[in-house]
């Protein structure tokens, strides 16, 4: 039963232009949200978050968009660079201890 | 300061024999999350431990698995008579005491098991 899923397994974006990730979820329970970036052969690294009871929430170049009533959130790169290239994942917490990840979505930034 | 330190970094097992990882969290962190990475799937948590307290354990298989976090040393998820489908990367992260997991936890860079 995944709770969350992130339906693209790839993305590829030209260098300069948005990348949007997309990222669904199950349960209503959920009521913080996060992206983690990794990269081949090292553990996730935290990128931004979110809580249920905002929309958007900003960060440099990183915004994530939450949709509660469609149990939805996106992850907005603006613009991507070639080091951005890694696996992107969606991941929510209901209880503030455990974390449920998404399968992933693999960018890539062409230069 | 050191970031989170997991050993082996690759670790090969032979069907029936035990796999032990350790996982020694940052400095001044007391709390430890276990997640596990098959192939082509997201990470799936195992465990959450506090020193000397197991918390939250709903992730763990039910049998040959088990962790700790002792008062001194690093924490160790310990798997029994490994099977193939065991092969997988697993991660650690830690955090600080009353941290909003995700944002302060920080994950280490994994051990890829390997059964054979």
């Known amino acids: 039963d995944q709770q969350v899923k992130q339906n693209s397994p790839s993305l590829s974006v030209q260098e300069g232009r948005i990348s949007i990730l997309n990222c669904d979820y199950t349960n209503s329970m959920f009521d913080y949200f996060l992206w983690y970036k990794k990269y081949p052969a090292e553990g996730p690294t935290f990128l931004i978050s979110i809580s249920s009871i905002k929309d958007k929430n900003e960060d440099g170049r990183f915004t994530v968009f939450l949709n509660k009533s469609a149990k939805h959130l996106s992850l907005h790169i603006v613009p991507s660079q070639p080091g951005d290239s890694a696996v992107y994942f969606c991941?929510?917490?209901?209880?503030?201890?455990?974390?449920?990840f998404g399968a992933g979505t693999i960018l890539r930034v062409k230069s | 300061n050191a970031g989170v330190m997991q050993n082996p970094r690759h670790l090969v097992r032979r069907r029936g024999q035990e796999a032990r990882l350790r996982c020694s969290p940052m400095k001044g962190h007391s709390h430890v999350y276990w997640y596990r990475q098959l192939p082509e799937e997201g990470l799936k948590f195992m465990v959450y431990l506090q020193k000397e307290n197991i918390i939250d354990e709903s992730g763990m298989p039910k049998e040959r698995f088990s962790a700790e976090f002792p008062k001194e040393g690093p924490s160790i998820l310990r798997i029994q008579q490994v099977v193939r489908g065991d092969s997988a990367a697993y991660f650690c992260a830690s955090s600080p005491i009353n941290a909003r997991v995700g944002t302060e936890a920080f994950f280490g860079q994994g051990t890829r098991l390997t059964v054979v």
């Open positions: 991941a929510a917490s209901e209880d503030g201890n455990k974390l449920v």
